[in-house]
C-alpha cells in the first residue's frame, strides 16, 4: 500500500473487554513495530517483528498484551481485559529490512497515524 | 538502558526566525544512531533527520539541522526560517547499532511541542 494502515482509528471500549489493533506496513517491509503514547509522553516500545518472528517483546507491559504477525505482513495488537492505563495512541511503524539495514534507504521507519485506545 | 531527555516541553517562535530544540542522552554504547522525528496533528510521525554517531560532521536537510555534540551526549535541531507547516510536536530518538544485520528498537524523549507563529 502507499503507507502503513492502522485500525480502527479510535476504539472506545469498557474495561475489562479485549481488543484488536491492526497494523499493515507498507507492502515488502519485513521489519514491523509497535508503539504506544501516552498522553504527555514519548513513544514507549512494545514489540518488534522482523518477518514472522519477534525478536525483542521487551516492551510488552503485561501477559494481557499480546502480538502476532501472519505472513509477514498484517500484525494484531491484542489488549485483553483492558484496563484504564491502557487508554493511549497505538502506533504501529514499518521498515524494509531494519531499521538500520545496510542501505541508507532502509534505515527510515514508516509510522501508521495511530490507533487511539479509550478505556472507560 | 538508554534514555533520551528533552527538557523543553513546549517552545514558540514567530515564522521566518530560527528555533533551536534540546535533546540529551544516556548510553554506554559507542555505536549508535540519533533521530529527530516530526509528529504534526495528524499523528504521523515523519523523520527529519538522523545522524550516526561515528560521524563526525553535523547531518542537514534543508533548513534542518543538528548540534551533534557526542562527548556531551547532546543532540539539538535547529530549524532555520521556520514556516507554518512547522507547527508539530518533535522527538529525539536514540537507537544503538546492531552488532550484526537487522535493527534495534528506537527510544523516544518525550517530546517539545513547536508553535510557529504567524
Known amino acids: 500500500g502507499a503507507g502503513v494502515s492502522q485500525s480502527p482509528s479510535n476504539k472506545v471500549t469498557e474495561k475489562g473487554k479485549d481488543v484488536e489493533l491492526r497494523c499493515d506496513p507498507i507492502s515488502g517491509h519485513t521489519a514491523l513495530y509497535w508503539y504506544r503514547q501516552s498522553l504527555g509522553q514519548g513513544l514507549e516500545f512494545l514489540i518488534y517483528?522482523?518477518?514472522?518472528?519477534?525478536?525483542?517483546k521487551s516492551g510488552l507491559p503485561s501477559d494481557r498484551f499480546s502480538a502476532e504477525r501472519t505472513g509477514g505482513s498484517v500484525s494484531t495488537l491484542t489488549i485483553q481485559r483492558t484496563q484504564q492505563e491502557d487508554s493511549a495512541v497505538y502506533l504501529c511503524a514499518s521498515s524494509l529490512e531494519g531499521l538500520l539495514g545496510d542501505s541508507s534507504s532502509n534505515t527510515e521507519a514508516f509510522f501508521g497515524q495511530g490507533t487511539r485506545l479509550t478505556v472507560v | 538502558a538508554q534514555t533520551v531527555t528533552q527538557s523543553q516541553p513546549e517552545m514558540s517562535v514567530q515564522e521566518a526566525e530560527t528555533v533551536t530544540l534540546s535533546c540529551t542522552y544516556d548510553t554506554s554504547e559507542n555505536n549508535y544512531y540519533l533521530f529527530w522525528y516530526k509528529q504534526p496533528p495528524s499523528r504521523q510521525m515523519i523523520l527529519v533527520i538522523r545522524?550516526?554517531?561515528?560521524?563526525?560532521q553535523n547531518a542537514t536537510e534543508n533548513r534542518f539541522s543538528v548540534n551533534f555534540q557526542k562527548a556531551a551526549k547532546s543532540f539539538s535541531l535547529k530549524i532555520s526560517d521556520s514556516q507554518l507547516g512547522d507547527t508539530a510536536m518533535y522527538f529525539c530518538?536514540?537507537?544503538?547499532?546492531?552488532?550484526?544485520?537487522?535493527?534495534?528498537?528506537?527510544?523516544f524523549g518525550t517530546g517539545t511541542r513547536l508553535t510557529i507563529i504567524p
Open positions: 517483528f522482523q518477518g514472522n518472528s519477534a525478536p525483542d
Open positions: 530518538a536514540f537507537m544503538k547499532r546492531p552488532p550484526n544485520f537487522g535493527n534495534e528498537k528506537l527510544t
Open positions: 545522524q550516526e554517531a561515528y560521524k563526525q
